[in-house]
Every structure is written in structure tokens, then in C-alpha cells.
């Protein structure tokens, strides 16, 4: 599951634990200021969603067992034909993506240059942003995750590397600056942030690398792109990088 997130866009692949169920899932906090930059946005992921996890559905069942968790409408019966929305990534995403990346260099400096900012430090440059948000604490209190001391920041990165089948957009990981034997602590940060309130938008899914480094992936496809959209993301960041030291520095 955890392998899974890897090339996350807009939504976490879970695994409940309590269900024994595995699902897609995106969030978002909106308010006046935001409402019409993020619920586009929004929508755009639960669209992605329903092809993605449409089409993967059958790769899970292959690799967990289980059963398909397949229901008809308990008004209109089961459908003849596939709902279009299925076909929304082959329709409408990905040729959107076939182009360069609409995240410029102007994206990434606006983002780099706010003030107040949620980064101790950011730097940009005409493919990406690299930004350093808070990361309370020089270590965390989890046995399994913490090894010895390390920097009191994560790293937000933001770059116009493509994704697999998306195509073009900009390509967001938060890395924190700790390693994780158990790569099940990754596991729980997904099925967590489904059910408690972190502050940040959920675009994306928590991911480790075979060293054990965690980082948060996120992709915003190129049919998503509004000025101003990676600077939420970045405040975004930082709130999830709070977050997740409050969460892992529980004894």
C-alpha cells in the first residue's frame, strides 16, 4: 500500500485497517478567500479518482484478495453501459498534459516570495521550487521513525517533472527530514489523515522510498493550473509538516 503512492496526483490510496478496505481519498479546506481557487481543484480530483481507482480496482483484488466491492444504484439497478467520468483521464487529463507544463518560473517565484510566508527559506529557479517549512522539532518521539538528531525543517519541493500518464503539470513532495524502519508508520499517516483534521489539503499521499525516507506526493495535472494555486499548496506543506511531527512524536 504504501508502494502505491508513489505516483499519488490528487488522492491517497488507503488501506482501513478497521474495514479491511482499500480506497481513494481527498480533502479540502476551503473559505472564502480560497473557494474559487480550490474547489476546481476539488473536483478535478474526485473525477480522477473514480477513473483511477475504476481502473485499479482489479490490481488490488489480484494482489490482496478480498472481493470487489461493487454495488448497484438501489434506485436505477446496475448500469449498461460505463458512466463517462470513467473515461475522464483518457478524455480530458491527460490530452491537457501532452503539452509543456503551465507552472512557470513566475509560479514558482510568486510561491518563493510570499510574504508572510509559511518557509524558513525558498529558492526557485525556472523548473521548480525548493522551500524549507518548519518541522517541530529536531527529532521525533517514535522509536521506529527517529534516528538520532537531525534538521528542524522538511523540504517542499515543487518542480514541472511530468507524471507517468497525467502528462505535464507540477510535480509537489514534502520531505521530512526522518528515515522509517517500519514502513507501516507511512501506512498509518494515510489511513490518519482521513479521519482527523491536519489543516491541510489532501491532494496526494504519504510515500517511502526503499531507504526509508517518508515524503508527502502530490501532482496537479495541467487542466488544474490557476495563478496562485501553488502558493496555497506551499502553506499546505507546512501545515501538513506540523501535523505530521504532532503526529509522530507521540510516545
Keep these: 500500500m504504501v508502494e502505491a503512492n508513489r505516483n ?14 482499500v480506497y481513494q ?64 483521464v483518457d478524455d480530458e487529463f491527460r490530452p491537457a498534459g501532452q503539452g509543456a507544463s503551465p507552472f512557470t518560473e513566475a509560479d514558482f517565484e510568486a510561491a518563493a516570495k510570499l510574504d508572510p510566508s509559511p518557509a524558513v527559506m525558498a529558492n526557485h529557479s525556472k523548473e521548480g521550487l525548493s522551500a524549507e517549512v518548519p518541522f517541530s522539532g529536531i527529532r ?3 522509536a521506529a521513525v527517529s534516528q538520532g538528531s537531525g534538521p528542524s525543517t522538511a523540504l517542499f519541493r515543487a518542480t514541472r517533472e511530468s507524471h507517468p500518464y497525467l502528462g505535464s503539470g507540477c510535480l509537489m513532495r514534502l520531505i521530512l527530514p526522518t ?59 507546512a501545515t501538513r509538516a506540523t501535523w505530521a511531527y504532532e503526529q509522530h512524536s507521540q510516545p
Excluded at 499519488?8 to 478496505?21: D, E, P
Excluded at 483511477?52 to 494482489?63: C, N, P, S, V
Excluded at 502530490?218 to 488544474?224: G, M, V
Aim: hydrophobic letters at 40%; proline letters at 3%; aromatic letters at 10%.
Design 8 to 21: 499519488s496526483n490528487l488522492s491517497a490510496t488507503v488501506f482501513g485497517s478497521r474495514a479491511g478496505v
Design 25 to 88: 481519498h481527498c480533502s479540502v479546506y476551503l473559505h472564502e478567500d480560497t473557494e474559487n481557487l480550490l474547489v476546481p481543484v476539488f473536483c478535478d480530483a474526485a473525477a480522477i479518482q473514480v477513473a483511477e481507482m475504476h481502473g485499479r480496482a482489479k490490481m488490488f483484488y489480484d494482489l490482496m484478495g478480498g472481493e470487489l466491492d461493487r454495488h448497484a444504484h438501489p434506485s436505477m439497478g446496475g448500469r449498461e453501459e460505463f458512466h463517462e467520468i470513467i473515461s475522464v
Design 140 to 142: 521525533t518521539g517514535v
Design 179 to 237: 528515515n522509517v524502519k517500519d514502513f507501516s508508520v507511512v501506512a498509518d499517516l494515510n489511513e490518519l489523515e482521513t479521519s482527523t483534521w491536519t489543516g491541510a489539503h489532501r491532494f496526494g499521499g504519504w510515500h517511502c522510498d526503499s531507504e526509508g525516507a517518508v515524503s508527502f506526493v502530490s501532482f496537479l495535472p495541467a487542466l488544474c493550473y490557476r495563478p496562485g494555486l501553488l502558493n496555497e499548496m506551499l502553506w499546505s506543506a
